[in-house]
């Protein structure tokens, strides 16, 4: 399967633990885009690289939240001190950003849950 | 900013009939892209269809199609014969075609039931 994977697929932790999400790109895309999803809502925004460098950030991402994507390759998000109210489906998507496009194909998700 | 409203969020059909997914959208720029996206149950979201602002023809995938109304700030989206593999949550999404993130604005989804 050559499309964009997430791993872990679901992440239970205690509120305060750290939790670190990796996403693997489609290995040809030059950008990934991490979202948020909230249940009962469409996926929000939080940051995106172009190649290894991280171009925007939202305002959603706390400074709790750090992203990376070492090498342009893949990339992971770490939440430090967990909340509840980081509880969510966490989305990597990854395109070409180029003379095309740039579609949007979209990873599985980690779904979060702080108890 | 763009904002995105989906003011169904649920939908249920027979199987083979046809259904139709409302969206609004709010800009200020004159060209854009939107597009519908599926999300199965599980499953990773995929792209059903888009519209690029500039075109005035409605844009058709097989069985979906949409109608785009730009002055009114619309853009539903028709799915015909429906089928069980429909049914998934369905997002209305907008993004500016500029310089910059490029990222979607998603509205709220709708849950799309097929019923047999």
């Known amino acids: 399967d050559t499309g964009v994977s997430q791993d872990p697929r679901h992440k239970i932790t205690k509120r305060g633990q750290n939790v670190t999400f990796r996403c693997d790109p489609i290995?040809?895309?030059?950008?990934l885009y991490w979202y948020r999803q909230t249940l009962g809502q469409g996926p929000e925004f939080l940051t995106y690289?172009?190649?290894?460098?991280?171009?925007?950030k939202s305002r959603l991402l706390s400074d709790r939240f750090s992203a990376e994507r070492p090498k342009g390759s893949f990339s992971t998000l770490e939440i430090q001190r967990t909340e509840q109210g980081d509880s969510a489906m966490y989305l990597c998507?990854?395109?070409?950003?180029?003379?095309?496009?740039?579609?949007?194909?979209f990873g599985p998700g980690t779904r979060l849950t702080v108890l | 900013a763009q904002t995105v409203t989906q003011s169904q969020p649920e939908m249920s059909v027979q199987e083979a009939e046809t259904v139709t997914l409302s969206c609004t959208y709010d800009?200020?720029?004159?060209?854009?892209?939107l597009f519908w996206y599926k999300q199965p149950p599980s499953r990773q979201m995929i792209l059903v269809i888009r519209?690029?602002?500039?075109?005035?023809q409605n844009a058709t995938e097989n069985r979906f199609s949409v109608n785009f109304q730009k002055a009114a700030k619309s853009f539903s989206l028709k799915i015909s014969d429906s089928q069980l593999g429909d049914a998934a949550m369905y997002f209305c999404?907008?993004?500016?075609?500029?310089?910059?993130?490029?990222?979607?604005?998603f509205g709220q989804g709708t849950r799309l039931t097929i019923n047999p």
């Open positions: 998507a990854s395109s070409f950003y180029g003379t095309g496009f740039n579609e949007q194909f």
């Open positions: 290995s040809e895309h030059n950008r």
């Open positions: 690289f172009q190649n290894e460098a991280q171009l925007e």
């Open positions: 800009t200020s720029e004159s060209d854009y892209y």
């Open positions: 519209q690029e602002a500039y075109k005035q």
């Open positions: 999404a907008y993004r500016s075609p500029f310089q910059g993130a490029q990222k979607l604005v």
